[in-house]
């Protein structure tokens, strides 16, 4: 997969109240949100407006939407998770699908 992810104290708190998860099961999905999730890059409009909106406020740090999460990290450690807003999921999804498109067709 990629490089190990380390967690903050912070993040792996966020990790188990927002997600659900205990600090093995997050550090594997967290690795998986920072090589294969969606950066603001890969967004636009509104919800790409909130990815950089985070990045401003925040300077050091990189969002990744993974699921219906997003994933902030700075460097290789996961700062915090947050849940994504309900009105960015169906823009997330459509970006989702944009960037791994299926090959069911």
């Known amino acids: 997969m990629s490089k190990e992810v380390h967690l903050s104290e912070h993040g792996e708190a966020r990790g188990k109240e927002r997600v659900g998860l205990n600090a093995k099961a997050l550090r594997r999905t967290a690795a998986k949100a920072r090589a294969e999730g969606l950066r603001p890059t890969d967004t636009n409009g509104r919800l790409r407006r ?53 090959t069911d067709e």
């Open 50 to 102: 909130y990815l950089d909106k985070i990045s401003i406020e925040h300077p050091g740090r990189h969002p990744r939407i993974h699921g219906e999460h997003i994933f902030i990290f700075a460097a290789s450690t996961l700062i915090t998770v947050l849940n994504l807003p309900h009105e960015f999921r169906n823009a997330a999804a459509k970006a989702r699908r944009k960037k791994f498109p299926s």
